[in-house]
Structures are given as C-alpha cells and as structure tokens.
C-alpha cells in the first residue's frame, strides 16, 4: 500500500504527525506476509519435493514477494477452495496454476497473464495410435480429471457421452491410468508433460494435442486494486529483465 499525499490544511506538526503515522502503517503492511494460496499437486507448476513446496509457481512467488518487499507465506488449500479462501481473506493472491475463466473473473480479479497453455491428455502408450490423426470426437473409454478443473469443464462441455471419473491430483489420474481405471486424462500440458515423463518406464504417454487454448494468470480479490497494480507491475519487471522467462525454462525447458 502506497502512502496517500494527504491534502489538508492542518498546522505543521499535526501534519507531519499523519503523515509519519501513515508510512507507519504502510511499512507495516509492505512488512506483513504476503499469503500465497497454492493446491501443492500439480507438478512442475506447484508441488513437493521431500516436503518442500516446489515449482514454477513457488519460484515465481518468492521473485513477487521480493519485488513487494514482503515475505512469503504459502497457505495450502483445496482445489475447490482456492477462490472462497482467498474471498475470506485467509489468503492475499492464488498462485496454483490456475487459468483465467469467465466465471472466474465475476468473482476475482487477474493479474496480467504469464503463461499460455492448453489442454492434454496422458494416455497408455499402447493406445497413442488412437490420436495419430488427430483427437477424436468421442473417445473411447472413460476419462480422467481433476475435479473443477478446466479439464473437468472441457470433458463436461466437449464430451459429455464419455463417463468421466474425478481425481485429486495428477499423480493419482496417472495411477488410474495404468492400473486401466481409466483410459485417459486430461490435465495441464505442463503437467502431463511431466506425467508422461516421470511414467515413461510404466508405459504412459502425452498425446501433443493442444485441446484448449488458455492464459495463467495469479488471483486477488476485486477489493484490492492497489496489490494488483503491485503486482502487475512486478510481473512486467520480471518480464522485462527476462528473470520470468528464465523461471519458465527452469521448470519447462522446451517452452518458447
């Protein structure tokens, strides 16, 4: 929070005594934990790593808070209760690889977007035959998501005929996968980049079909003008000192 000029015709010393008491109150503020809300569960955007968070997002986090002048505190919450937490003020910014949405912005507010990305789907190498031409419009079998997320809103919009299964996390969609609990899943490309990486011994695969097109971007509430002018303003340092593309390669070596 920025101190406010204040334009009052007072004596000096009341003056001097609102104006100290409110570079008080800001350096307090830029002082206080900046509170990060991530769902540590999907790799490489957010994620542990021998109980350490992790991550594309963890890294960017740690460049914001030091841009803002705040530390980081990162606050683990739910999926589904990222934006409800961040509406209650249990939490200043979601930092979870989380895409913009329509419904989205009726209810937070989006820094500028960082990342571009789009829809995958990880498969059993066995099967990748299957989208040698092209994806299909109805997949065989059943498909797997991670709940509210925008792989769930794509099988839910795209493919309704297809039985869809929820899952927590990607790790746990891969599980699925190859115990044939399924037959695909949708997800992050950089996250089913990863899956299909750290499974490529246990026979899984990423079909290199961009299905959505989609921008990543970090949330705030609507109330909080000033953090997202901060924070906006932050992220084009980053962009322009090229310290945001060298985050990006850390964790996406093959992005552009």
Do not use: C
Not at 73 to 82: A, G, L, R, T
Not at 103 to 129: H, N, T, W
Not at 132 to 153: A, E, R
């Amino acid at each position: 929070m920025k101190p406010q000029r204040l334009f009052l015709h007072l004596s000096a010393g009341a003056s001097f005594l609102i104006v100290a008491t409110g570079l008080l109150f800001a350096a307090e503020d830029s002082a206080s934990p900046l509170r990060v809300g991530i769902t540590p569960n999907a790799p490489p955007m957010i994620f542990k790593e021998s109980g350490k968070i992790a991550g594309m997002e963890a890294d960017f986090a740690q460049a914001l808070g030091q841009a803002l002048g705040r530390p980081v505190k990162f606050v683990e919450v739910s999926w589904e209760d990222q934006i409800p937490a961040l509406l209650d003020s249990k939490t200043d910014i979601i930092m979870s690889s989380m895409s913009i949405t329509k419904p989205r912005q009726f209810r937070i507010s989006f820094s500028k977007p960082y990342l571009q990305i789009g829809q995958m789907a990880l498969v059993r190498r066995e099967d990748a035959y299957r989208y040698s031409l092209g994806f299909p419009y109805q997949p065989q079998g059943v498909i797997g998501v991670k709940k509210g997320t925008t792989g769930d809103f794509l099988a839910q919009m795209e493919f309704p005929k297809v039985k869809r299964k929820e899952y927590k996390s990607g790790e746990d969609g891969a599980k699925a996968l190859k115990k044939k609990n399924i037959d695909l899943f949708f997800g992050d490309s950089p996250m089913i980049w990863w899956l299909a990486s750290v499974n490529e011994e246990n026979g899984l695969s990423a079909v290199p079909i961009l299905l959505t097109d989609e921008s990543l971007a970090w949330g705030v509430r609507k109330t909080d003008p000033q953090l997202l002018d901060s924070i906006n303003g932050a992220l084009e340092q980053m962009m322009k000192d090229g310290r945001l593309a060298q985050i990006v390669k850390k964790w996406l070596p093959n992005a552009k």
